[in-house]
Protein backbone atom coordinates (compact mmCIF):
# COMPACT_ATOMS: atom_id res chain seq x y z
CA UNK A 1 0.00 0.00 0.00
CA UNK A 2 1.45 3.50 -0.72
CA UNK A 3 1.51 7.20 0.56
CA UNK A 4 -0.53 8.94 -1.96
CA UNK A 5 -0.88 12.62 -2.51
CA UNK A 6 -4.24 13.97 -4.45
CA UNK A 7 -4.75 17.43 -5.14
CA UNK A 8 -7.95 18.67 -5.50
CA UNK A 9 -9.55 16.32 -2.97
CA UNK A 10 -12.58 18.25 -2.40
CA UNK A 11 -13.62 18.59 -6.20
CA UNK A 12 -15.73 16.69 -8.00
CA UNK A 13 -13.28 13.44 -9.14
CA UNK A 14 -11.17 14.42 -6.04
CA UNK A 15 -13.34 13.23 -3.43
CA UNK A 16 -14.66 9.92 -5.08
CA UNK A 17 -11.04 9.33 -5.67
CA UNK A 18 -9.94 10.02 -2.39
CA UNK A 19 -12.61 7.79 -1.17
CA UNK A 20 -11.57 5.04 -3.65
CA UNK A 21 -7.86 4.66 -2.91
CA UNK A 22 -8.68 4.65 1.16
CA UNK A 23 -11.02 1.71 0.23
CA UNK A 24 -8.12 -0.02 -1.65
CA UNK A 25 -6.01 0.46 1.51
CA UNK A 26 -3.34 3.03 0.64
CA UNK A 27 -2.92 5.79 3.05
CA UNK A 28 -4.72 9.09 1.09
CA UNK A 29 -3.83 12.66 1.71
CA UNK A 30 -4.90 15.29 0.03
CA UNK A 31 -5.02 19.19 -1.06
CA UNK A 32 -7.83 21.77 -1.53
CA UNK A 33 -8.22 25.72 -2.12
CA UNK A 34 -10.60 25.64 0.68
CA UNK A 35 -8.90 26.89 3.94
CA UNK A 36 -11.60 25.09 6.01
CA UNK A 37 -10.74 21.45 5.14
CA UNK A 38 -8.80 19.04 7.78
CA UNK A 39 -6.48 16.75 7.71
CA UNK A 40 -5.52 14.21 5.90
CA UNK A 41 -6.87 16.97 3.24
CA UNK A 42 -4.60 20.15 3.57
CA UNK A 43 -5.24 23.66 2.60
CA UNK A 44 -3.30 24.76 -0.32
CA UNK A 45 -2.81 26.85 -3.54
CA UNK A 46 -1.30 25.33 -6.20
CA UNK A 47 0.08 28.51 -7.32
CA UNK A 48 2.52 29.34 -4.25
CA UNK A 49 4.90 26.59 -5.00
CA UNK A 50 6.26 27.25 -1.55
CA UNK A 51 3.16 26.06 0.11
CA UNK A 52 3.26 22.74 -2.37
CA UNK A 53 7.01 22.32 -1.74
CA UNK A 54 4.95 22.55 2.04
CA UNK A 55 2.51 19.60 1.24
CA UNK A 56 4.90 17.73 -0.17
CA UNK A 57 7.89 17.67 2.76
CA UNK A 58 5.45 16.40 5.22
CA UNK A 59 3.37 13.97 3.38
CA UNK A 60 6.52 12.65 1.32
CA UNK A 61 4.01 10.55 -1.21
CA UNK A 62 5.50 8.16 -2.90
CA UNK A 63 1.70 8.26 -5.87
CA UNK A 64 0.88 11.91 -6.12
CA UNK A 65 -2.27 12.53 -8.74
CA UNK A 66 -3.08 15.75 -9.74
CA UNK A 67 -6.61 16.21 -10.36
CA UNK A 68 -6.81 20.04 -8.86
CA UNK A 69 -7.90 22.70 -11.88
CA UNK A 70 -9.86 25.50 -13.06
CA UNK A 71 -12.37 22.72 -15.06
CA UNK A 72 -15.24 25.00 -16.68
CA UNK A 73 -14.65 25.82 -19.77
CA UNK A 74 -16.87 29.00 -19.45
CA UNK A 75 -14.81 31.33 -17.07
CA UNK A 76 -14.33 34.63 -18.13
CA UNK A 77 -10.89 35.20 -16.71
CA UNK A 78 -8.50 33.75 -18.96
CA UNK A 79 -4.90 34.08 -16.72
CA UNK A 80 -6.08 32.11 -14.08
CA UNK A 81 -6.40 28.80 -16.71
CA UNK A 82 -2.79 29.33 -16.93
CA UNK A 83 -2.29 30.20 -13.63
CA UNK A 84 -3.87 27.15 -11.88
CA UNK A 85 -3.98 24.86 -14.74
CA UNK A 86 -0.37 25.02 -15.87
CA UNK A 87 1.37 27.12 -13.28
CA UNK A 88 0.21 24.96 -10.56
CA UNK A 89 0.86 21.57 -12.35
CA UNK A 90 4.70 22.90 -13.25
CA UNK A 91 4.63 23.39 -9.07
CA UNK A 92 3.64 20.21 -8.65
CA UNK A 93 5.80 18.62 -11.46
CA UNK A 94 8.78 20.44 -9.02
CA UNK A 95 7.94 19.29 -5.97
CA UNK A 96 7.48 15.77 -7.20
CA UNK A 97 10.99 15.90 -8.67
CA UNK A 98 12.42 17.24 -5.25
CA UNK A 99 11.12 14.24 -3.02
CA UNK A 100 13.73 12.33 -2.43
CA UNK A 101 12.60 8.81 -3.45
CA UNK A 102 10.74 8.88 -7.26
CA UNK A 103 7.09 9.13 -7.13
CA UNK A 104 4.52 8.19 -9.39
CA UNK A 105 2.79 11.11 -11.21
CA UNK A 106 -0.75 10.58 -12.65
CA UNK A 107 -1.92 13.42 -14.22
CA UNK A 108 -5.61 14.26 -15.03
CA UNK A 109 -5.85 16.26 -18.15
CA UNK A 110 -9.10 16.51 -20.28
CA UNK A 111 -10.43 15.72 -23.61
CA UNK A 112 -10.74 19.14 -24.41
CA UNK A 113 -7.04 19.24 -25.65
CA UNK A 114 -8.20 17.38 -28.76
CA UNK A 115 -10.70 20.55 -29.99
CA UNK A 116 -12.53 19.99 -33.35
CA UNK A 117 -10.73 17.27 -35.20
CA UNK A 118 -10.86 15.51 -39.12
CA UNK A 119 -11.98 12.38 -37.06
CA UNK A 120 -14.91 11.56 -34.69
CA UNK A 121 -12.72 8.78 -33.14
CA UNK A 122 -10.45 10.44 -30.76
CA UNK A 123 -7.12 9.05 -30.31
CA UNK A 124 -4.26 9.51 -28.43
CA UNK A 125 -2.01 10.15 -31.45
CA UNK A 126 -3.53 13.06 -32.52
CA UNK A 127 -2.28 16.70 -33.13
CA UNK A 128 -3.96 18.31 -30.16
CA UNK A 129 -6.13 21.60 -31.31
CA UNK A 130 -7.55 23.00 -28.13
CA UNK A 131 -10.42 25.61 -28.68
CA UNK A 132 -11.03 27.11 -25.17
CA UNK A 133 -8.38 28.24 -22.48
CA UNK A 134 -9.26 25.15 -20.26
CA UNK A 135 -8.13 22.72 -23.12
CA UNK A 136 -5.02 24.96 -24.08
CA UNK A 137 -3.82 25.54 -20.56
CA UNK A 138 -4.07 21.57 -19.80
CA UNK A 139 -2.51 21.24 -23.09
CA UNK A 140 0.93 23.52 -22.09
CA UNK A 141 0.80 21.50 -18.52
CA UNK A 142 0.80 18.38 -20.33
CA UNK A 143 3.58 19.48 -22.32
CA UNK A 144 5.60 20.64 -19.42
CA UNK A 145 4.84 17.45 -18.12
CA UNK A 146 6.72 15.52 -20.86
CA UNK A 147 9.54 17.54 -20.44
CA UNK A 148 10.65 15.97 -17.63
CA UNK A 149 9.81 12.78 -19.23
CA UNK A 150 13.36 11.25 -18.25
CA UNK A 151 13.34 11.73 -14.32
CA UNK A 152 9.84 11.47 -13.40
CA UNK A 153 7.14 8.51 -13.62
CA UNK A 154 4.17 10.22 -15.40
CA UNK A 155 0.66 9.07 -17.04
CA UNK A 156 -1.18 11.51 -18.93
CA UNK A 157 -5.12 10.91 -18.92
CA UNK A 158 -7.64 12.72 -20.79
CA UNK A 159 -10.59 12.05 -19.11
CA UNK A 160 -13.79 12.43 -21.40
CA UNK A 161 -17.35 13.88 -19.43
CA UNK A 162 -17.08 12.16 -16.09
CA UNK A 163 -20.75 11.87 -14.87
CA UNK A 164 -22.00 11.02 -11.14
CA UNK A 165 -23.10 12.63 -7.46
CA UNK A 166 -21.50 15.61 -6.17
CA UNK A 167 -20.91 16.80 -9.75
CA UNK A 168 -20.88 20.95 -10.12
CA UNK A 169 -24.53 21.77 -11.34
CA UNK A 170 -22.96 24.16 -14.08
CA UNK A 171 -22.24 20.80 -16.05
CA UNK A 172 -25.05 19.49 -19.04
CA UNK A 173 -25.51 16.22 -16.56
CA UNK A 174 -26.08 17.33 -13.52
CA UNK A 175 -27.96 20.40 -15.02
CA UNK A 176 -30.44 17.85 -16.60
CA UNK A 177 -30.68 15.57 -13.67
CA UNK A 178 -32.15 18.77 -11.61
CA UNK A 179 -34.04 19.84 -13.98
CA UNK A 180 -36.01 16.27 -14.53
CA UNK A 181 -35.89 15.77 -10.66
CA UNK A 182 -37.20 19.08 -9.68
CA UNK A 183 -40.07 18.46 -12.73
CA UNK A 184 -39.45 22.03 -14.21
CA UNK A 185 -41.14 22.62 -17.44
CA UNK A 186 -38.26 23.87 -19.08
CA UNK A 187 -34.85 23.83 -19.20
CA UNK A 188 -32.28 26.52 -21.11
CA UNK A 189 -29.27 24.65 -22.87
CA UNK A 190 -26.30 25.96 -25.42
CA UNK A 191 -25.24 24.16 -28.22
CA UNK A 192 -27.72 21.39 -28.21
CA UNK A 193 -26.81 18.92 -31.08
CA UNK A 194 -23.53 18.02 -29.44
CA UNK A 195 -22.09 14.55 -29.07
CA UNK A 196 -20.02 13.33 -26.07
CA UNK A 197 -18.56 10.86 -24.26
CA UNK A 198 -20.07 9.46 -20.69
CA UNK A 199 -18.29 7.93 -18.58
CA UNK A 200 -19.51 6.97 -15.06
CA UNK A 201 -17.46 8.24 -11.75
CA UNK A 202 -17.04 5.10 -10.43
CA UNK A 203 -15.76 3.27 -13.39
CA UNK A 204 -13.68 6.54 -13.59
CA UNK A 205 -11.83 5.77 -10.36
CA UNK A 206 -11.15 2.16 -10.52
CA UNK A 207 -9.71 2.35 -14.60
CA UNK A 208 -7.30 5.66 -12.99
CA UNK A 209 -6.22 3.41 -10.35
CA UNK A 210 -5.47 0.56 -12.71
CA UNK A 211 -3.18 2.76 -14.63
CA UNK A 212 -1.85 4.18 -11.13
CA UNK A 213 -0.49 0.80 -10.81
CA UNK A 214 0.46 -0.15 -14.37
CA UNK A 215 3.84 0.27 -15.26
CA UNK A 216 3.55 -0.12 -18.80
CA UNK A 217 1.57 2.75 -18.27
CA UNK A 218 4.26 5.09 -17.64
CA UNK A 219 5.04 7.70 -19.91
CA UNK A 220 1.68 7.33 -21.81
CA UNK A 221 -0.68 9.71 -22.75
CA UNK A 222 -4.54 7.63 -22.59
CA UNK A 223 -7.89 8.46 -23.17
CA UNK A 224 -10.71 8.23 -20.19
CA UNK A 225 -13.98 7.32 -22.01
CA UNK A 226 -16.63 4.73 -23.00
CA UNK A 227 -16.52 5.35 -26.58
CA UNK A 228 -19.95 5.78 -27.05
CA UNK A 229 -21.42 9.04 -28.45
CA UNK A 230 -24.75 10.41 -26.96
CA UNK A 231 -26.25 13.48 -28.08
CA UNK A 232 -28.60 15.95 -25.86
CA UNK A 233 -31.64 14.39 -27.36
CA UNK A 234 -30.54 11.02 -26.14
CA UNK A 235 -30.18 12.16 -22.98
CA UNK A 236 -33.68 14.28 -22.69
CA UNK A 237 -35.00 10.79 -24.10
CA UNK A 238 -34.01 8.78 -20.84
CA UNK A 239 -34.46 11.24 -18.62
CA UNK A 240 -38.07 11.20 -19.86
CA UNK A 241 -38.15 7.55 -19.78
CA UNK A 242 -37.14 7.30 -16.28
CA UNK A 243 -38.84 10.43 -14.41
CA UNK A 244 -41.82 9.52 -16.91
CA UNK A 245 -41.66 14.02 -17.21
CA UNK A 246 -40.96 15.64 -20.16
CA UNK A 247 -39.47 18.92 -20.64
CA UNK A 248 -39.31 21.44 -22.75
CA UNK A 249 -35.30 23.06 -24.22
CA UNK A 250 -35.28 26.54 -24.86
CA UNK A 251 -31.60 27.45 -26.36
CA UNK A 252 -30.33 30.61 -24.09
CA UNK A 253 -27.55 32.64 -26.79
CA UNK A 254 -25.58 33.54 -23.55
CA UNK A 255 -24.64 29.55 -23.39
CA UNK A 256 -24.22 29.26 -26.77
CA UNK A 257 -20.46 28.51 -27.36
CA UNK A 258 -18.99 30.08 -31.01
CA UNK A 259 -15.60 27.43 -30.03
CA UNK A 260 -18.03 24.56 -29.31
CA UNK A 261 -16.17 21.06 -29.89
CA UNK A 262 -19.43 19.42 -31.61
CA UNK A 263 -18.30 15.92 -30.86
CA UNK A 264 -16.13 13.78 -28.24
CA UNK A 265 -15.51 10.49 -28.91
CA UNK A 266 -12.92 8.78 -27.35
CA UNK A 267 -10.75 5.80 -28.86
CA UNK A 268 -10.80 3.28 -26.02
CA UNK A 269 -8.02 1.07 -27.79
CA UNK A 270 -5.30 1.87 -25.19
CA UNK A 271 -6.96 2.72 -22.29
CA UNK A 272 -8.28 -1.04 -22.65
CA UNK A 273 -4.73 -2.12 -23.24
CA UNK A 274 -3.63 -0.37 -20.07
CA UNK A 275 -6.30 -1.78 -17.44
CA UNK A 276 -5.62 -5.31 -19.27
CA UNK A 277 -9.60 -5.51 -20.18
CA UNK A 278 -13.01 -4.31 -21.96
CA UNK A 279 -14.46 -1.39 -20.37
CA UNK A 280 -17.76 -3.09 -19.80
CA UNK A 281 -18.72 -0.54 -17.88
CA UNK A 282 -21.87 1.19 -16.00
CA UNK A 283 -24.88 1.73 -17.97
CA UNK A 284 -25.57 5.32 -19.01
CA UNK A 285 -29.48 5.16 -17.48
CA UNK A 286 -28.15 3.47 -14.16
CA UNK A 287 -25.59 5.92 -13.54
CA UNK A 288 -28.45 8.86 -14.15
CA UNK A 289 -31.03 6.85 -12.05
CA UNK A 290 -28.21 6.96 -9.27
CA UNK A 291 -27.89 10.81 -10.01
CA UNK A 292 -31.68 11.04 -9.26
CA UNK A 293 -32.00 9.31 -6.17
CA UNK A 294 -28.92 11.15 -4.40
CA UNK A 295 -30.97 14.17 -5.69
CA UNK A 296 -34.04 12.84 -3.57
CA UNK A 297 -31.50 12.20 -0.76
CA UNK A 298 -30.09 16.01 -0.61
Not at 42 to 49: P, S
Amino acid sequence: MARILLSGATGFLGKHLFRHFEKMGHEVFGTANRAQVDAPIFYCDIRDQLAVEDIFHRVQPEIVIHCAAISSVTSSVAQDYYSVNTVGTENMIHATLALPHQARFMFISTAGVYGNQDTDLLHEALCPKPVHHYGMSKFCAERVLMNHAEHINYTIIRPFNIIGEWQSGEFIMPKLVNAFHDRLPEVYLGNINVFRDYIDIYDACNLIAKLTINPAAIGEVCNLCTGRPVSIQALLGILTEITGHEIGVQVNPALVRKNEVWRLLGDVAKLEELTQGPINGVKLEDSLRRMLAAKANV
